[in-house]
């Protein structure tokens, strides 16, 4: 059947409002279980098995919709780039694999419901991959490739009273396969719902909906389309169209139908409109949809059916040379989303399909590219209805076929090659017809990574002359820019912070967006914060769609029964591409990561700035599109060293859309007044004041936080020196003082509550008892090594710096001596050497007080030139898992890094060392806290060990070394931690993140090797 919206009939305009499909007398299920034959090629299937006397009873049964690879059938295979079928059979496309190309065989019976009888059926599949014949009753029915968009067939003819034998023959790849190349696991079948639908002899068989605002953006005309259908194309008749809309109350904007009529047989076209004054508009941020109903009824005035469509009043053009929806300035703080489920595979439901949309906008995320095929149709049902602008993109990758670099088209599809044009026209004109209803979707993609050629000048013009409307969009041009027209916009990934202001600044002919940036592999996100600087700079960069949205990993069971995430490799496939599949904001499982947190750090619609502290005034940039800020709550707290001083809740100041405004937050003085030692931070949020469909009442929105300078809360100076610093200065009475101890094995210093033992072989702390209780079970030591993440990885930062992996358990004791430091205390200098080339020196200096506080400071010396970045500088010790409650006053709660700590906030926060501990799909270096100015590890008695910067450090708390992640190539296989492993540094180097394969993490947040390094922090027992 030729492509069409996506609709259902009813037979009453209260069922069409209602718009339920599942409920419609027209329509019939065929989910659930099927009998399933599998085959490893052609050649082994059951070719006849469609035939009315074959008996399929004794095959498996198999759950429809599903992938078998995830029922037990074949094996998952997982590649980014490389065909599957590379490096077992030689093709060349066109031509599919042979030798090992497995045939899923799948049969069901079904009755057709008496009402229908007289009634023409047909049959829809919304999703098979790859390819698939389809035969009922024995009778070849037809045949359908293009996997992501649905496939009907008319078997009106084929159907006899009672039981039909339908009988489906899938294949795991086909000619089209080439064409399918993209990033994702390779999984097989009948992924998507089956489902049977009648309609009356005469039909509305499509519509198309545009809504055309005029030039000030108010009042609208309602376009329809409709193609109406009669079965039997000899019978000719009268009918007419009647169409009516519907507000969110339901109440009628026309005072009655608006009606075509026309006389015809087999097809025709009939055509209303309508104007409305003042509809409410759609957008992201306020999707407020109307519903339209369309009746058709007979020349006596019989209805014979109706259906409906959700209607979003929008207007998305291309103007000044900015892309606007509304008549504003759109900004995309988008990401990329693979249709995923960790057990489901891409036979996603539409509960994972909600979990998305929700943490999408409580996340700050207002819009979305379907990567890279058409999503499942409730998908833009729920972008409609939430608010999220879509890419929608065809179903089209040949990333395998062509590399990065050639000049020349060569053997890449489609390309210019005319056999290949009539299959890339009908991917995206399904596409199209299937999805033009959707207000969310405002621009068409036209694929992902299929270099260029004629064949997508071709898709650009249909799309164009058939929706014109909305904007086509194809990264492709970028390496083949002899196909520039392709694209209406400059699309470009992974382009580097440089080069898209470069683009910026060289007169564009097009908006520019990042159709993919921000590679989340692992523990990545690293500088988010510095494109945003760049999109808020020059408004012909208008966003950005994060790669990606979930890790695509798939739960499976261990042989010993563990259950855990795999990835590529992990069923036995190649080629493979490994973890590479871990990209996500999100965890297959669909609990956040710790970098969604910055994402809606830097997606935030509030820019707050200060002004004048000391007075409270700040600078509010809105930069919501269509909502005032005084919609919002807003709450600002002062507090004193992490500790709320004071609250002002319920607040709200009006700042209209796309204004500035400088606004006073009155501060309570009073309460205010502090001593010269603490540190005051206000922090200001915005949240929501009643619920939305997408959170709760309280959501928070945006926030920013500041350090209140000296001279705030009525006079009372406010000093940056810390609570750490101040814990550090200890008063010592005249009589006390540390002793010192020194013999051949040791130095030992030692105080009333405490003693401290320095090795002479080593000069490593080897004991700190602190009231009687042993705090290290291994000390302190110099450490310059993280566990290397994913990025690292891609970038060979493990191999160019691998002389810091050792460079600390390789050192050489050059010196150590203790001498009194006044005050009553000690202090003990050991001198390293670190086997680098040129050497590096360490000195650590350890000063203690006689209440037991110690305090130390290391300096690195880097050897003169030559030597690499510094993965981390600082120090790593070993306490007994027995200490494992963490509380910590700095950034969090969650993980944060150097160049990726925005979206922390600076506070107290708690928790056990495993929680600190973040699940990626390889273990990696994580759970790192950034600006920490205390901290505390403590048993369930509530001794242990409080660390304090001097003013501050980069804390790492995990039950785990670096060594130990790098050695385990999943999560389940770390072994129990019989320990809580410290890291106390300066600082550790950002994580990077504008790609995963070479990009390295930015100068500003790099150690080099070329300076020397000097930071300080103390302990004491508690």
Same mark, same amino acid.
């Given at each position: ?13 209260e ?5 339920q ?14 009998k ?5 090629n052609?050649?082994a ?7 009315t ?8 049964d ?11 059938? +074949?094996?998952?295979q ?18 599919a694999?042979?030798?090992y ?7 069901r019976?079904?009755s ?14 919304q ?17 359908s ?14 159907l ?17 396969s080439?064409? =399918? ?10 992924f998507?719902d089956?489902y049977l ?15 055309e ?13 409709a ?22 109350e ?6 009655e139908?608006q ?21 409410? &508009? ?7 949809l ?16 109706? =259906? ?14 900015l ?13 990329? *989303?693979?249709?995923f ?9 539409? /509960?994972?399909?909600l ?5 999408? &906008? ?5 819009a ?8 499942h149709?409730?998908?833009y ?19 395998? /076929? ?7 088209e ?11 044009t ?12 299937r ?5 969310s979707?405002v ?14 000048v ?9 929706d ?13 820019r002899?196909?520039?027209r392709?694209?209406?916009i ?6 580097k912070i440089?080069?898209?202001? =470069?683009?910026?600044r060289?007169?564009?002919?097009k908006?520019?967006?990042l159709?993919e ?23 012909v ?6 790669w990606?949205?979930i ?9 010993d ?24 904001l ?26 004048d502290?000391?007075?409270?005034q ?8 269509f ?19 004071v ?10 859309p796309?204004?500035?405004e400088?606004i ?8 205010? &007044? ?25 959501h928070?929105v ?7 300078p ?31 101890? *020194?013999?051949?094995e ?8 405490f ?36 990025? +690292? ?14 460079a600390a358990s390789?050192?050489?004791l ?8 006044g ?30 506080a110690?305090?130390v ?19 790593l010790f ?19 890094y ?8 600076l ?20 759970g ?10 403590? +048993?369930?008695?509530?001794r ?6 001097l003013p ?7 039950p ?15 072994p129990?931690s ?6 106390v540094?300066?600082k ?31 302990f004491?027992?508690?």
């Amino acid at each position: 059947m030729e492509a069409h919206a996506t609709l259902m009939p009813y037979r009453t305009v209260e069922e069409a409002i209602a718009g339920q499909k599942t409920a419609s007398d027209f329509y019939q299920s065929l989910n659930g279980t099927w009998k399933f034959h599998f085959a490893e090629n052609a050649e082994a299937r059951p070719s006849e098995f469609y035939r009315t006397d074959y008996d399929c009873r004794n095959w498996a049964d198999m759950a429809v919709p599903s992938h078998w690879q995830l029922q037990g059938y +074949d094996y998952p295979q997982y590649t980014n780039i490389v065909y599957p079928w590379v490096g077992h059979e030689d093709l060349q496309p066109p031509f599919a694999p042979v030798k090992y190309n497995p045939v899923g065989s799948y049969v069901r019976s079904f009755s057709v419901p008496k009402a229908w009888e007289g009634q023409p059926v047909y049959l829809s599949f919304q999703g098979v991959e790859s390819a698939f014949y389809v035969w009922v009753n024995g009778d070849l029915v037809g045949y359908s490739e293009d996997t992501f968009t649905p496939a009907e067939f008319d078997i009106t003819p084929y159907l006899t009273e009672g039981e039909n034998k339908l009988a489906v023959e899938v294949y795991r790849w086909c000619d089209a396969s080439w064409l =399918e190349d993209q990033d994702f696991w390779r999984l097989s079948g009948i992924f998507r719902d089956v489902y049977l639908y009648s309609t009356p002899q005469t039909h509305i068989y499509d519509f198309s909906i545009r809504t055309e605002l005029d030039d000030e953006y108010a009042n609208a005309e309602l376009r329809i389309q409709a193609r109406v259908t009669n079965y039997d194309a000899r019978q000719y008749g009268a009918y007419t169209v009647e169409a009516m809309l519907y507000d969110r109350e339901l109440r009628p904007q026309w005072g009655e139908p608006q009606r075509a009529s026309a006389d015809a047989g087999g097809t025709a076209y009939v055509e209303l409109s309508a104007q409305i004054e003042h509809p409410h &508009k759609w957008s992201a941020e306020k999707p407020y949809l109307y519903t339209l109903v369309l009746s058709l009824k007979d020349q006596d005035g019989q209805l014979l059916e109706t =259906e409906s469509c959700k209607v979003g009043f929008r207007k998305f053009e291309i103007k000044d040379g900015l892309m606007r929806i509304n008549g504003e300035r759109i900004v995309f703080k988008g990401v990329n *989303r693979h249709e995923f489920d960790c057990d489901r595979g891409r036979s996603v439901d539409e /509960a994972s399909m909600l979990a998305d949309i929700l943490l999408m &906008k409580k996340y700050n995320i207002n819009a979305v590219r379907t990567s890279h095929y058409p999503n499942h149709p409730i998908w833009y049902e729920l972008c409609d209805e939430y608010g999220l602008y879509v890419i929608d993109e065809t179903n089209l990758e040949t990333h395998g /076929a062509w590399n990065y670099g050639q000049l020349e088209e060569g053997i890449t599809v489609p390309g210019s090659k005319p056999e290949w044009t009539g299959a890339v026209l009908d991917r995206c004109n399904s596409m199209l017809q299937r999805d033009k209803n959707h207000p969310s979707i405002v621009i068409w993609s036209l694929g992902n990574e299929s270099f260029g050629g004629d064949n997508f000048v071709k898709m650009h013009d249909f799309l164009r002359e058939a929706d014109p409307t909305r904007a086509v969009h194809y990264e492709g041009i970028f390496h083949f820019r002899a196909s520039d027209r392709a694209s209406d916009i400059e699309s470009q990934m992974y382009t580097k912070i440089d080069k898209v202001e =470069e683009y910026a600044r060289s007169n564009p002919q097009k908006p520019f967006i990042l159709c993919e940036y921000s590679h989340a592999m692992g523990n990545s996100c690293g500088n988010l914060f510095k494109y945003w600087e760049l999109f808020e700079r020059y408004p012909v960069l208008q966003g950005g769609f994060i790669w990606d949205w979930i890790d695509q990993s798939i739960r499976t069971t261990a042989p010993d029964g563990t259950e855990y995430l795999a990835y590529g490799g992990d069923f036995g496939d190649t080629p493979n591409d490994g973890n590479f599949c871990g990209n996500g904001l999100i965890f297959a499982d669909r609990t956040v990561s710790p970098k969604i947190h910055e994402v809606k750090k830097c997606y935030q619609n509030v820019k707050i700035e200060a002004v004048d502290l000391a007075q409270g005034q700040v600078r509010v940039t809105n930069q919501y599109l269509f909502t005032d800020l005084s919609e919002f709550d807003w709450t600002w707290t002062i507090e004193r060293n992490g500790v709320t001083l004071v609250e002002t809740m319920g607040g709200s100041f009006n700042v209209k859309p796309g204004e500035t405004e400088v606004i006073t937050l009155p501060y309570d003085s009073a309460a205010a &007044k502090h001593l010269l030692t603490d540190e005051l931070v206000l922090t200001i949020s915005l949240s929501l004041k009643e619920a939305a469909i997408w959170a709760e009442k309280g959501h928070e929105v945006a926030w920013e936080q500041f350090l209140l300078p000296e001279g705030i809360a009525g006079g009372a100076a406010a000093s940056l020196i810390t609570m750490a610093e101040s814990a550090a200065a200890v008063s010592v009475a005249d009589d006390e003082t540390v002793h010192v101890e *020194r013999n051949t094995e040791a130095i030992i210093l030692s105080g009333r509550e405490f003693s401290l033992r320095f090795d002479m072989a080593t000069g490593d702390i080897s004991s700190y008892v602190y009231q009687g209780v042993e705090l290290f079970k291994t000390g302190p030591a110099p450490n310059f090594w993280r566990a290397y993440t994913d990025n +690292d990885r891609g970038n060979q930062h493990h191999i160019r710096c691998a002389v810091w992996r050792e460079a600390a358990s390789g050192r050489t004791l050059l010196g150590l001596s203790v001498q009194p430091a006044g005050a009553g205390r000690a202090e003990v200098r050991v001198r390293y050497e670190l086997p680098t080339a040129p050497a590096s020196r360490v000195q650590m200096v350890y000063t203690a007080a006689p209440d037991g506080a110690v305090e130390v400071r290391m300096e690195l010396i880097p050897g003169a030139g030559g030597l690499p970045e510094i993965p981390e500088i600082g120090v790593l010790f070993q306490m007994e898992a027995d200490f494992r409650n963490l509380q910590w006053y700095g950034r969090g709660p969650h993980e944060n890094y150097w160049d990726r700590a925005t979206g922390a906030k600076l506070g107290v926060y708690s928790g056990t060392v495993e929680e600190q501990f973040v699940p990626y799909l390889r273990p990696q270096e994580c759970g790192n806290k950034t600006d920490v100015r205390w901290a505390t590890l403590t +048993d369930a008695n509530g001794r242990g060990l409080r660390i304090s910067g001097l003013p501050a450090v980069e804390l790492n708390v995990l039950p785990y070394l670096p060594a130990e992640l790098e050695a385990h190539d999943h999560p389940y296989k770390l072994p129990p931690s019989d320990k809580v492993a410290v890291r106390v540094n300066y600082k550790q180097m950002g994580v990077g993140g504008d790609d995963s394969w070479g990009a390295r993490t930015h100068p500003e947040f790099t150690l080099f090797a070329n300076r020397s390094y000097t930071y300080s922090f103390a302990f004491k027992g508690i």
